[in-house]
């Protein structure tokens, strides 16, 4: 099983400012990994996919980047409804396997 | 628009079965492959099956495998997880999730509470 890590669990930021959150795979995984978004209270949201794309109506400050083992989703300028729980997610092989998270609160 | 609706959950004593269901609309359900995705209270999410379009093929989770079993009916546009043998650690919301590789759509979630 390919085990994520995401770093750092919490990341206090203010309205405005950018955010860079980090996913690391204990085995490569290519480029095939998402990132989610969860807002309290919400299923979770398909951000980026193949490290790198935005899925359809994400806005363009969401970016992602990487490949292999290490991999990053930055913020470029944090909205009020930004403020939320990160996932990524390897889809490499079986098991499917998320980080354990990454949440983004108002500083 | 793509809608899932997750039904079937509840309080159910350790050892006790569950069925979820999950029903589809706004796609063509029978030409995409299904999951289950899981969240413990306060907890990140965790993959727990896969069903291929067809229903042929279906991986699980080893923390659930022998005891759920995933199902589909392409007739009825519907999701099904079967679960048996509950245990404390299978409390949770559980999410259908569109999607073979990345999950694209996914419903608001089923809690589901195992307890005496």
């Known amino acids: 099983e390919i085990v994520m890590t995401q770093s750092p669990a919490t990341l206090s930021v203010s309205p405005g400012e950018r955010a860079t959150l980090s996913c690391r795979a204990s085995q490569s995984v290519s480029s095939n990994l998402a990132w989610y978004q969860q807002r309290p209270g919400q299923a979770p949201r398909l951000l980026i996919y193949g490290a790198s794309t935005r899925a359809t109506d994400i806005p363009g400050r969401f970016s992602g980047s990487g490949s292999g083992t290490e991999f990053t989703l930055t913020i470029s300028s944090l909205q009020s409804e930004d403020f939320a729980v990160y996932y990524c997610?390897?889809?490499?092989?079986?098991?499917?396997?998320f980080g354990q998270g990454t949440k983004v609160e108002i500083k | 628009e793509v809608q899932l609706v997750e039904s079937g959950g509840g309080l159910v004593q350790p050892g006790g079965s569950l069925r979820l269901s999950c029903a589809a609309s706004g796609f063509t359900f029978k030409s995409y492959e299904m999951n289950w995705v899981r969240q413990a209270p306060g907890k990140g999410l965790e993959w727990v099956s896969y069903i291929s379009s067809g229903g042929s093929t279906v991986y699980f989770a080893d923390s659930v495998k022998g005891r759920f079993t995933i199902s589909r009916d392409n007739a009825k546009n519907s999701l099904y997880l079967q679960m048996n043998s509950l245990r404390a650690e299978d409390t949770a919301v559980y999410f259908c999730?569109?999607?073979?590789?990345?999950?694209?759509?996914w419903g608001r979630g089923t809690l589901v509470t195992v307890s005496s």
């Open positions: 999730a569109s999607g073979y590789q990345l999950l694209s759509h």
């Open positions: 997610q390897q889809y490499y092989n079986w098991p499917r396997t």
